[in-house]
């Protein structure tokens, strides 16, 4: 007889349960039955046991439960710890909670039908849940921010229970999904590491660590989204413009030829560059060039179409034969790499950071010859400042990604020429910036622009959250806005409107939200005022019951869309959590506006130290500020505060500092009427900062404004 009961890919092995008063479960069976849930306990074999894999570590609910057996195969189930019951509707779903879960496992959830049907689900742990959402800088993977953080790699991933639901892509403009397409539960251990997000990696493991229970992430991103496409079609009323976008995206024929049209436009494009480059062959002349540089500096302003780059450098004979990285930051658009005639390397698009191996035996001593293949779609080429072009050394690289226990084996590894070699006897890389020369390959016109379905309003809504409500959760964290730029004036409301539609979904009209305000960055968004834009409207939301924005002005690199320094990110994220879920008593936020007045021919501004939203009065004293190196950027900033006057134009202003106090005056405005703070893109070296190490939000109000 066929097995009606099923469960949602959520309640996956490996699951984490939110711990509390009550936990919903949700399933499915035949149509009005009755079903009975058990929580039993989870006795295993050692190679399964927690214990085993984190002997240092022992969970509440788990001294007794796992312990290793004889080395026998399989588990039992022993004592049941929570029971619960449902009837089946007439479409099958049945929905029940546990009532008071609390933290442990593992556990082995349970169905069970009246007709004697049943299932199992194992390795369930209950611990308090979160929702991490957003687009790339949500999703980008550990594997990216290994350079930075090779400890995390070295210690083998999460030294506690840190399981992440990764959801593949997936959207849909017909109706919200009851179920995922493809989706599962990771341990954030080192076998699945490399590809977990990094900003879910970071921010469970520092919750996991505060509060020692098992921590589970629904992890819903996806590079280049707005946040209209995670909105449902009800949190989205109130902009019909964006619901009018999707209806096209409803008629599923549409939709196909939409795709097949600019596919054939995007592979005509490129024919026609390989065309192009069979019919120069080697005719043009190479012209010099000095990398790096953005291309709109150089005579290959606005320049589409394909160029191939070249360097010759020299390598010495202790150099010679090594194995090791060549590192060529980020480039714009694609590209593929050969050192000396062999292809090392190639990126399709233009934002993950290049890092080739160089094999053991390819580089030669004397002269050798670098070349990129550069194919630049929109005219914006560049080979971006301020990233490392170089060639560093295999062992330089990798010996501090291996684990204490496994150095030696492949120390051991190295042939006894390179054991002989001495430090030194070569420099630590090979420097490749400097003079290069170019010559052009294929001239054409910008390339056809690129059509994303996943971006449409509700797509991913429907094919991604929706299947997750009405899973329990504690809290959710949002990192967005980047995509959002192009129409700042209309984030406020759309983000307004996702945080309630959430709230809605997920059953709980106080759900606490952390929204990540956009770090500075200087590169690939949209020109003018747009992000400090973005970064008000999100700020805004804080005028939302139980939401917290995370200040992260200093946290994020000049030059790239996608900073490497995840973790200090995810750190003040899970701050706000501790005082806004937790109700600890942390502090934070930085400094916080609290009035601005005109005297005379000056503007003062008063700050607050920031404290929890839901508690106006937590934390809310006066506090020190003071301006200091942000260590984020190299670049100065003598607009960091600016006044205006009636005409709207700012100027520099001076500023005095004197306790929470900064009073600003310039001389080229006599009646202020307007004062704005780090209000760009990237604001530069110095910022304004509180006495516990947090920068302030960045503002543009006018004088008599009162702040929260």
Known sequence: MKNNLRLPKIFGEGCVLQQGENTRIWGWGAPGSRVRILLREQRCTADLAFQRRRPDIVLPGTEEVCQPDDGHAGMMEDTVLFTAEAFCGADGRFETCF????????????????????????????????????QSNMELPMRRVRVRFPEEFCAGGAPFILHIYKVTE??????????????????????????????????????????????????????????????????????????????????????????????????????????????RGKKEDWQP???????????????????????KFMVSQEQAGRAGVLRFGTLVDSDEMFLNGVKIGETGYQYPPRRYPVPEGLLREGENTLEIRLICRYGTGRVTPGKALDIIWEDVCRDSWIPETERAAFKAKKTQTDAMRTEDAHPAHIALDGAWEYRILAASEPAPEQVFLNRTPTGLYNGMVAPCQPYTVSAAVWYQGESNDSHPADYAKLLGGMIFDWRRGFRNRELPFVVVQLPNCGVDIAPGDAWPRIREAQLLAERIPYVAVTVNLDLGEDNDLHPLNKKAV??????????????????????RLQAVSRQGNSVRLTFRQGGCPADPGHAAGCCRVFLRESGASERENPRLFELAGSDGVYYPAEVEIDGNIVRLRSGQVKEPCAVRYAWADAPGKYLLYGENGLCAAPFSVRPGAQHS
């Open 99 to 134: 009532l008071k879960l609390a933290a442990g496992g593992p556990f082995v959830l349970e169905l069970a039908g009246e007709d004697g049907q049943s299932l199992q689900v194992r390795e369930v742990y209950v611990g308090d849940v979160f929702v991490c959402g957003g």
């Open 170 to 279: 997936h959207y849909d403009f017909d109706a919200p999904l009851t179920d995922h397409m493809q989706a599962s539960w990771q341990a954030a251990v080192r076998e699945n590491l490399e590809e977990r997000s990094a900003f879910s990696y970071f921010f469970g493991k520092e919750i996991a660590l505060q509060r020692g229970i098992p921590v589970g992430i629904l992890n819903l991103s996806l590079g280049g989204t707005p946040v209209e496409a995670w909105t449902s079609r009800e949190g989205l009323k109130d902009s019909p413009e964006y619901l009018k976008i999707t209806d096209h995206f409803r008629d599923i024929n549409f939709c196909k030829n939409l795709l097949a049209k600019k596919e054939r436009q995007e592979q005509n494009w490129y024919d026609s560059l390989c065309r192009q480059e069979e019919e």
């Open 289 to 311: 060039i000095t990398l790096p540089c953005e291309f709109k500096d150089t005579l290959l302003a606005d320049f589409c179409g394909s160029l191939l780059l070249r360097k």
């Open 570 to 591: 995810a750190q003040r994220a899970a701050l706000a959590v501790r005082s806004l879920v937790y109700r600890e008593d942390v502090c934070w936020q930085g400094p």
